[in-house]
């Protein structure tokens, strides 16, 4: 019988961060996810590292300082998928006043510890690039920093550092049970049994099924919030990115996404729904669709739009009215001693803060599971691929271009932001078969080798975001070639 110190039912962000950090302080960690690695909303985020201006609205003081001490942390320890991004917010007369704005901003700027990233200045759209796009009567706006994340990478990079500090990390499946037994848990997966000393619910919107396989009690109610984004073609050809406002109180980002696109969202929606196909409504598109065209020179019509996805997001409901105001705040619940083997569950959080979660989280475990030794060391270790300088992205892209003369440019963009050191373990590969978009056979290997790829879906829509460019029959091609 093969026991584990610790088992994370979940392979979202904070599940992976959770088995990383536990795995680099010496714990047997076994980590497991009943789909793909960020397959749910771990993968339909915003893609933004950020402290989350409109919390300081709600008074969330406290998250918006611990966000935005995140920001440059995780920027060093993964500058090929994170990076800085200018922020540009307009003015409107009517909506939330200017002193208003300044305000929140001198706040954002000094409350977290910002070193690196350029501060808050006050624009002219008139003259400023991001003004372009926009429809005439704007003039004033302010220009302030945060950053830009690839999600489904984040959390296979904290899964893949896991697994090569011993973690065991198993994709498609599905826990079916969780009971305590002696002093252990024992957990049916799949077609297996596992057992462990220590148990974490990192199952986000099915954190309160978990509890209730496991004969728990939950602490907390949970609010189910779906958000959802739409992409178009590119707005715009700067990469400046927006903050907008609208009439109702709500906000939404307009963002440059994979280099021909715009990112559109988000939306905030109680969802009471199937947890396994999560689609946008025709209203919610059209609502960004119509907030987009209030700003923008162009109309932004359904018919634009390129592709959709949306997200759950498991939230602590705290008697919030509407959705976007309930709390992004996270609460940790470990049992009671006298319950017996340890539960850990996570209730909410926010990509942003998943390493500082997780840290908290095995700090708690390890006063009840010894194996647990070591300190908190996820800061400043860099993610698999990101060992090079926080400014070095675009010099690493140059090597990369030079050493393999067959990349395009953008490829060779496209592949840094993805792997960072990591792509010249499979570019020094026999490059084989072309499925379209730049994506080769050894990339595709790769993935399958060492990030738990395992169809067309994973490789082209968390792995590496290219079915965007692939035509439905290359798309075709690469599934034959999977076997799917």
Same mark, same amino acid.
């Given at each position: ?13 904070? +599940? ?24 749910? @909303? ?19 003081? /406290? ?60 624009? *002219? ?7 372009? &796009?926009?429809?005439? /009567? ?87 919030? #779906? ?21 109702? /109180? #709500? ?10 696109? @715009?990112?559109?969202? @988000? ?26 065209? #209030? ?36 609460? !940790? ?6 319950? =017996? ?32 030794? +070591? ?9 698999? +691929? ?13 090597? !990369?271009?030079?050493?393999? @003369?067959?990349?395009? &440019? ?26 379209? =978009? ?6 595709? *290997? ?36 999977? =076997?799917?």
């Amino acid at each position: 019988m093969q026991t584990y110190d610790l088992a994370v039912i979940g392979g979202g962000v904070n +599940g992976a961060g959770i088995a990383r950090d536990a795995a680099g302080r010496g714990a047997k960690v076994l980590l497991l996810e009943g789909g793909d690695l960020a397959q749910g @909303t771990s993968s339909a985020s915003t893609k933004l590292i950020h402290g989350g201006l409109r919390y300081l609205e709600h008074y969330e003081f /406290g998250l918006v300082r611990e966000s935005l001490a995140e920001r440059e942390a995780l920027w060093k320890i993964a500058p090929h998928i994170i990076h800085p991004l200018r922020f540009v917010l307009p003015y409107v007369e009517g909506l939330r006043p200017r002193w208003l704005l300044r305000l929140g901003l001198f706040l954002y700027d000094h409350i977290g510890g910002r070193k690196k990233l350029p501060a808050t200045r006050t624009v *002219d759209l008139r003259r400023h690039p991001a003004g372009a &796009a926009l429809k005439g /009567g704007f003039a004033t706006g302010f220009e302030y920093s945060d950053g830009w994340v690839d999600d489904a990478r984040l959390v296979v990079l904290n899964a893949k550092d896991a697994m090569e500090r011993g973690a065991a990390v198993k994709t498609q499946t599905r826990v079916t049970s969780a009971k305590r037994e002696g002093d252990l848990w024992r957990i049916e997966a799949g077609n297996e049994i596992f057992f462990a000393r220590a148990l974490v619910n990192a199952a986000g919107p099915r954190v309160l099924e978990v509890e209730a396989m496991a004969g728990e009690t939950p602490d907390y109610a949970m609010r189910l919030v #779906r958000g959802s984004h739409i992409v178009v073609p590119a707005m715009f050809d700067h990469p400046y990115s927006y903050f907008f406002q609208l009439p109702d /109180g #709500r906000i939404f980002f307009a963002i440059p996404y994979e280099r021909h696109f @715009t990112l559109i969202g @988000t939306t905030d929606v109680d969802h009471d729904g199937n947890l396994d196909k999560v689609e946008a409504s025709a209203e919610e598109i059209a609502y960004l669709c119509d907030g987009a065209s #209030r700003y923008f020179d162009k109309l932004i019509t359904p018919a634009d739009v390129v592709w959709t996805y949306s997200g759950v997001r498991p939230l602590v409901s705290d008697g919030s009215d509407k959705p976007e105001a309930a709390t992004r705040g996270y609460r !940790l619940d470990l049992s009671e001693a006298e319950a =017996g083997a340890p539960l850990l569950s996570v209730y909410g959080g926010k990509i942003t803060t998943y390493r500082h979660l997780a840290e908290e989280a095995v700090d708690m475990m390890a006063a009840r599971l010894p194996a647990l030794s +070591g300190r908190a060391w996820t800061r400043s270790a860099a993610l698999p +691929g990101g060992d090079f300088a926080i400014d070095g992205l675009a010099a690493l892209t140059a090597e !990369l271009a030079r050493d393999f @003369t067959f990349l395009s &440019a953008d490829n060779a963009d496209r592949i840094a932001r993805a792997y960072g050191t990591r792509a010249r373990v499979w570019l020094e590969c026999d490059q084989g078969r072309d499925f379209g =978009g730049g994506l080769r056979q050894a990339e595709v *290997d790769y993935l399958v080798a060492e990030e738990w790829a395992a169809s067309a879906e994973d490789v082209l829509w968390r792995r590496t975001k290219l079915g965007l460019r692939l035509s439905k029959a290359e798309a075709a091609g690469l599934t034959e070639y999977l =076997g799917g």
